[in-house]
T-cell receptor, first 117, second 110 residues
Framework: DADVTQTPRNRITKTGKRIMLECSQT?????MYWYRQDPGLGLRLIYY???????NKGEISDGYSVSRQAQAKFSLSLESAIPNQTALYFC????????????????FGEGSRLTVL | GEDVEQSLFLSVREGDSSVINCTYT??????LYWYKQEPGAGLQLLTY?????DMKQDQRLTVLLNKKDKHLSLRIADTQTGDSAIYFC??????????FGKGTSLLVTP
């Protein structure tokens, strides 16, 4: 089983619909992230959370919201989807840095491909 | 956020060496990473380097870091068709999120 699981893997929806992408992890990491990937634009950070009570906006948070339901769960919502939110969305996790204990490596899910018509 | 720049495409012949270059702007970056994304998959860490190192070698992979010029490179020796993928350079910012480049698509031809 994957350590970082995203659902759904693929979704097609219409403009104006509410969409939720879910992410769960079994790595026991405190930190979780949502990125979107667009061809030629790389990965851009949407939101991140360092623990259940800590939520932070990333580079492109407009039009998105998140919920950290538990240490292992971090969901991304599009309240009213629009076509330019068509992208591949990745959830990732990491451990906090503590001296040289951890490299800060991000562990990624397989991605959720969202198409907004 | 800070910019991470890398070329978008690279094509090499099987057996040759590949060199993928990256420049970054955040001089406070402490870790720099190379991730690999195969078609239809998520990103996987290929290798990383601490900012106090100049070079790191791991089997066919060699990472070179020039802190003065803020330049990072990834060399893949004896490139194989299975190395065809998108390679992302990334730096860790002060908030511990990663800033990624746009990715370099490596095509290995027989």
């Amino acid at each position: 089983d994957a350590d970082v699981t995203q659902t759904p893997r693929n979704r097609i929806t219409k403009t104006g619909k509410r969409i939720m992408l879910e992410c769960s992890q079994t790595k026991g990491h405190d930190r979780m992230y949502w990125y979107r990937q667009d061809p030629g634009l790389g990965l851009r950070l949407i939101y991140y959370s360092f623990d259940v009570k800590d939520i932070n906006k990333g580079e492109i948070s407009d039009g998105y919201s998140v919920s950290r339901q538990a240490q292992a769960k971090f969901s991304l919502s599009l309240e009213s989807a629009i076509p330019n939110q068509t992208a591949l969305y990745f959830c990732a996790t990491s451990d906090p840095i503590s001296g040289t204990r951890n490299t800060g490596e991000l562990f990624f899910g397989e991605g959720s491909r969202l198409t907004v018509l | 956020g800070e910019d991470v720049e890398q070329s978008l495409f690279l094509s090499v012949r099987e057996g040759d060496s590949s060199v993928i270059n990256c420049t970054y702007t955040d001089s406070s970056s402490t870790y720099l990473y190379w991730y690999k994304q195969e078609p239809g998959a998520g990103l996987q860490l290929l290798t990383y380097i601490f900012s106090n190192m100049d070079m790191k070698q791991d089997q066919r992979l060699t990472v070179l870091l020039n802190k003065k010029d803020k330049h990072l490179s990834l060399r893949i020796a004896d490139t194989q068709t299975g190395d065809s993928a998108i390679y992302f350079c990334a730096e860790r910012d002060s908030g511990y999120a990663l800033n990624f480049g746009k990715g370099t698509s490596l095509l290995v031809t027989p």
